[in-house]
């Protein structure tokens, strides 16, 4: 059920039948020249529509906002902070919580490591408090990447690359503005880079020259599958 759907009426009753509460994660954030900001939260929020149809849960409204670090400078990208993240995330529970809901499903559309650190702290803290909550943690790409990369012909598909074009031809083919070129990010890692742009000029990690729609209904049916599981596993 569409949290943001329900009355007051109708989440008393769908509680009697779910105290599971799935919150999608997305970011604004740039996806190259030829995908939109906003494809880390479309395609975990239509995973989760799709997740709703199989299971009772609670499907809150996605928080578009999410923690960029490489892309940071890139246009477009609107980024907000660790800390900013991480107390959104557990008011969020807590005000949940309180009404009943039980089972925590906090699943991201992006998979950055500072960004999911955020959300695994502020589920840790969380389960430290809340002694009766369940609490699952994770990035829709933690539940499909193996399969996804033998599904792919891209070797080591990361940012809008094969994988995100596929799943957004499927989706929402309207928003795909045709292909950028492949591309891979050149930082001189360990060390931190201010001109991020200069070091990933195209914001493509992959070649979504590679992408079709086929693959990503695949990619997309695999998502439903896993994460169905996963709520029934609660
Ligand atoms: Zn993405």
Redesign the pocket.
């Known amino acids: 059920m569409i949290l943001t759907d329900c009355t007051m009426k109708d989440f008393t009753d769908q509680l009697k039948r779910t105290k599971t509460f799935a919150v999608p994660f997305g ?1 604004v ?1 740039e ?1 190259g020249e030829h ?1 939109p900001l906003s ?2 939260t479309m ?1 975990v929020q239509e995973v989760l529509k799709c997740v709703d149809k199989n299971v009772p849960l609670f499907l809150a409204p996605p928080l578009h906002y999410g923690i960029c670090t490489s892309t940071s400078q890139h246009p477009g990208t609107i980024g907000i902070g660790f800390d900013s993240l991480r107390s959104l995330i557990k008011d969020i529970v807590i005000s949940s919580h309180e009404k009943g809901l039980r089972n925590f499903l906090l699943i991201s ?3 950055g490591g500072s960004h999911m650190t955020a959300m695994k702290e502020a589920g840790e803290d969380l389960i430290r408090c809340l002694t009766d909550v369940k609490m699952a943690v994770l990035s829709v790409y933690d539940l499909i990447l193996k399969e996804a990369l033998d599904m792919v012909e891209t070797k080591n598909d990361s ?2 690359g094969e994988i ?1 074009t596929s799943l957004m031809l499927y989706l929402r083919e309207e928003l795909v503005k045709g292909r950028s070129k492949e591309g891979y990010p050149e930082f001189p890692r360990p060390f931190l880079v201010r001109d991020k742009v200069g070091y990933w000029p195209g914001g493509v990690w992959g070649d979504p020259g590679k992408a079709a729609k086929e693959k990503g209904e695949k990619l997309f049916n695999l998502a439903v599958e896993r994460v169905t599981k996963l709520v029934k596993d609660f």
């Open positions: 970011t954030e996806h995908l494809t880390d395609v559309g992006h998979a940012h809008a995100e």
